[in-house]
C-alpha cells in the first residue's frame, strides 16, 4: 500500500490546537514528474520560489515550546502535485492564474502543465486523502476537546512574485489571514500578542483567509482557524537558503499563541 503523502502527529490529548503546515514540502513523485513540463533546473527553480521553506521545522520548534504541545499535520509533498488548500472547483479564486488544486502555471505564469489536461486523477489521489484525513483530525479534536483550532503555517517571499492576485499590498514580517466566520477577535488578539516581538504585524496582506476542512467551512463555529504567513527574509536566505537566528524566535511566538489559545 502506498504510504500517505502527508503524516499526522499527535499532541497532548487534551490540545485543541492542529498546527498545519501544508506547503512546506519540496518532494515530488517520479509519476507526477512525468506530468510537469519544465526541464529539472526550471523546476528546482519554480521550488525555490514555490516552497515555504522550513516551515514544517518552525512547527516543530513550537511543538516543543508548547505545553500542552499542539498536534501537527504536515504535508510531506510539494503543492506542485496537488495544493491541499485551494478549493477543488470554480470557487478558487487562483484558478485565474493556473493554480487551482493542480497548478498548470508557475509562480512567474510559466506552463507547468498542459492547460488542457485533466486534473482529476491527481485530485483523487493526492486531494481527496488528504482533505479526508484532515477532516478527521479536526473531528478528533472536535470530540475529545470540544473544539478545535487550527493555525496553518505558512511563508511568503519578500518581493512579489508575478502569480500573487494581491501582490500590491503591504508585506509586514507577519501576515495573519482570517476568515469572517471561523477567525473569532480573540483568536486574531492572541496572535497579534504572540507574534509583537517579531516586528509588525499586518492583516491579510499580501495573503488573506484560511484553512478549515469543507464539511466544518462556514458551518461550525467550533472549530475556529487562522493563517500565519511569515515573510521569508526574517527567518532564511531566500529564495531557498538556509534557515537564521530569526526561526528561532518565531517559533517562540508561535509557541506562546499556542499556549494562548489551548485553555
Partial sequence: MTAPSYEFLPGA???????????????????????????DAALARELDHITDAHT??????????????????????????????????????????????????????EVLRPGDGDPQPLIDRYFR????AMTEA???????????VIIDVHSYPSA?????????????????????????????EAAREAFAGCGETGLDSPFSGTYVPLEFYGKDARVSALMVEIRRD?????PSGPAGPGLGRLAAALAGLVDAVSG
Avoid at 492542529?18 to 512525468?34: D, G, Q
Avoid at 499535520?73 to 493554480?99: A, H, I, T
Avoid at 486523502?129 to 479526508?132: D, I, L, T
Fill in 138 to 148: 479536526v473531528a478528533d479534536r472536535l470530540a475529545a476537546t470540544g473544539r478545535a
Fill in 13 to 39: 490529548a487534551d490540545s485543541p490546537v492542529i498546527l498545519h503546515v501544508p506547503h512546506s514540502a519540496r518532494e515530488v513523485p517520479a509519476s507526477v514528474r512525468a506530468g510537469i513540463v519544465l526541464d
Fill in 234 to 238: 526574517t527567518y532564511m536566505t531566500e
Fill in 160 to 188: 512579489a512574485l508575478p502569480y500573487e492576485l494581491h501582490g500590491a499590498g503591504p508585506r509586514p514580517p507577519v501576515c495573519l489571514g482570517t476568515d469572517p466566520f471561523h477567525t473569532p477577535p480573540e483568536l486574531l
Fill in 129 to 132: 486523502p488528504y482533505a479526508q
Fill in 56 to 109: 514544517a521545522e518552525l512547527a516543530e520548534a513550537a511543538a516543543e515550546l508548547a505545553g500542552p504541545a499542539p498536534w501537527r499535520f504536515v504535508n510531506r509533498l510539494s503543492r506542485l502535485v496537488v495544493d491541499p488548500e485551494r478549493f477543488p472547483d470554480e470557487r478558487e479564486e487562483m484558478l485565474s492564474v493556473g493554480m487551482g488544486a493542480v497548478y498548470t502555471r508557475t509562480t512567474h505564469r
